[in-house]
Each structure stands twice: as structure tokens, then as C-alpha cells.
């Protein structure tokens, strides 16, 4: 083992790292939630070429605590409101700090007794938030393109093995072929993994969508049993919710099978109040979705869902003489990766701590937190472009240019970190409100700092 440097032992190696982020968490409310010119120049201290004798580990942690901190983008405190980014409970970042130094491969039962059993208990808890039968298949991934692109092998095994053909074997060159069909404002995710599956981003049908950017269930083309519709809950711009009821009713009707990327919207059938925007999604064949958003665990952590349990292995499993053959779940038979970290404890971890009255309100208190932003905005003189009915506020200072203008002063200014978009043809601010850690008080901040902004940008 390496020489430690000044801690004489691993623990206090540890305790060091475990100051230096409990500082880091504190000081957190007082820093700018993007990192100043100061602190990015600061990066040229990490070096350029690799030392030829190495630095004792105490000398590493203290560089990566004092040149990386200050560097960070504050995402895990209450005013980043960026992208759809949760920071993380602290019960979730402590279960994976311990299950980090377990280091336990999730692979395999026999790699980890100890991952296997936490994930089947977070398997059912998830199919039981989620309205699913016990049968549905549970894989994780490192995210939702992730869970989207497995969904879509699953898919695609299942629909060309009723054509007999067996896509495994034989790969897609030759193969029948199938149609895919999404809404006008499908999430770009959705066609990387469609890219990534042999399906292309182009071969899509595209089906228009309403003013809130849902696919309009009257405007499905014909459907067949060689088709995959791709729907979605949680517009990444304003939050909209896909009709799904409507959707499965006619794709079941056709044999066509219905994916919902549901990456944070899926999130709302933990929610008392807002469970009806995704009514149906238990018809789908297959769902994924995002626990580093919403749930608020660590990166990197997303879930697909299978109703047809066979397809899914069919399409993710490995055999050789070396793995065991026994009928128990094996984790990574539902996966496409082999080795991976056991990234569903610190989902265990959140929803035992939170239990289904905790989650119902943290899922909630984020959507009436988004509305008091929307209503504090659109009281100071902004136009509010979208229906909020869950995270996600689209805000429009008057023209393209200022309300552009605007967004990058905000970003300058450190307050609070919201982005751009384009919504209809228009530039947009895009807020989302997805960290636990958000209080009142930080939307207020954030309102006040930006309509200030915007007084002052002509
Ligand atoms: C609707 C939707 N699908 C998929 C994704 C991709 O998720 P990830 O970055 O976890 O792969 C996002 C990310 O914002 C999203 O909003």
C-alpha cells in the first residue's frame, strides 16, 4: 500500500475526506452556484502530465478539496435550478459512501449477496410506487438514455422474435422491419438510444403534439404489432405529461408496444396530487426513468421497467462456463453492463428514509416550490410560457434577445443558475425545481435577483 502522508492510518485518511465534503456541504448556501473566473483559472493546478513518482494520498484529497470545491457547480444546494438535476438526500450519499467502501460488484449474486438482496427489495418498493405487477423486470442503469436504450433492445427482441427472428443471433442486417413512432417533442435522449439500438434517429414517424408539447393521442398514425411508440411523462421543457391512458389503449388494441420515458415525470405517481398526469403508465410495456433526479440520490443512477420479464434478459444476458447457471435473479442479467457499482442501495436508502409520506411531499413541495416561482415572476412582469403542473417553469422576458440577455446575467451573477431553451420558435428560461435541499427562501432569492437582473437589462 501507498504511503498515506501525513495520516498515519486509512481511517484518518477517511475522516479527512469526510471534513473536507461535510465543509463543502455547509459552505454551500454561501457559495455561487456556478464557480467564478478565479476559481475555473484555479483548475491549471490539477497539472497536465502524470508525475513520475506519485503524491502521498493526503496531498491528493487536500488538491482535489482545495482546487475542486471552489470549482464545483453548487447543484447539490437549494438555488440550482439548471437542467432537471436533484442534489442528493443525505441518507443516499451516506449509504453510498459506506457501499462505496464495500466496493461490491452488483453483477452477480454470488459477487454480492449483500447488492443482490437490496435490489430486489428496491425492485419491489419501485413496481409497488409505480402501480406494476410483481412480473415486471427491474434493471439499473447509470441513467435514463441508459434505461431508454435497454427498453428499446427489450422491445426490439420482443417484436422481431414474434416474426421469428431472433435479433440476438442475427443482429438487425436482414432483420423485418419495425416502425417506431414519437411525439414532435421526443427528448433527444430518446433518439440517442433509438441511434444507439439500430433503429435510427430519422426512421422515427413523428406524431404532433398540443401546446404543452404532449404527443396527441387522436394523431396516431395506424398502428401494427411491429411497432414501438415512444411516449413520454415530464417534457424536459414544460413538464407536460403524455396522454398514456389513450396512447396504450390504442397501441394495445394494435399489438404495438408502448415505451414511456418517464426520466422525472414518472416521478409524479408518488405524488398524491399529481399521480393522474401519468394515468396508464401500468399499461405500458416498458418504462424508464431517472432516481438522480428526482429521488435525489447520487450520480449515476436510472431504472428501466419490463412488463415482458423474458424479453428483457433475452436481450441483456451473458452466458459462459464460468457464470453461474442457478435460476435466481442475477442483477446484471437485466443490464447491459456486467461489472457495475451497486448503485441501488443508495435508492434503498432514500426511499427507507423517506418512506411513501416523505416521498409523496418532496415530490410535491418541488412542484408548489416551481409554482411560487412561476407566480413571483409573472408578479414582477415576466410572461410564464407553459402550464406548471409539475418542476418545470419556461419564462420569457420579452424578446428573444433580452430574455437571452437576462439568462446569461443570471448565470453571471451567482445567485441562483437557471438555463436557456427554445420554446415555439421563442428563447426561454428554463427553471426546474428538483433538489430536496430548495427551501422558500431560496426562491424568493432567486426571484428577487432576477427580476432585478431584468430591470436592468433593457
Ligand atoms: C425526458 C427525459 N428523458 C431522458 C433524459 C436523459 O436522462 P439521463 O441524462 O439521466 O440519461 C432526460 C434528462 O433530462 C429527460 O428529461
Redesign the pocket.
Known sequence: MNDLGEHSSVEELLSDASERACRYLEGLSGQRVFPGRDELLRLSRFGEALPENGVTPSKVLALLDECGSPATVASAGGRYFG??TGGSLPIALAAQWLAAAWDQNACLRVMSPVSARIEDITNSWLRDLFGLSDGWAVGFVT????A?FSALAAARHALLARLGWDVEAQGLFGAPSLRVVVGEDV?V??LKALALAGFGRSRVEKVPIDAQGRMRADELPPLDARTIVCA?V?N?NTGACDPIDAICERSQEAGAWVHV?G??GLWARASSRRAHLVRGIEHAQSLAM?C?KWLNVPYDC?VVFVRDEPALRAAMSLQAAYLPSESARQPGHYVPDASRRARAIEVWAALLSLGKRGLDEMIERSCRLAARFADGLLGGGAQILNEVVLNQVLVSFGTDDRTKRVINAVQEDGTCWCGGTEWRGSAAMRISVSCWATTEDDIDASIAAILHIASSVA
Open positions: 437542467f432537471v441513467g435514463a438514455t441508459m431508454n427528448h435522449s430518446m413520454q415530464g424536459v420515458d426520466a422525472f431517472d438522480h436510472g
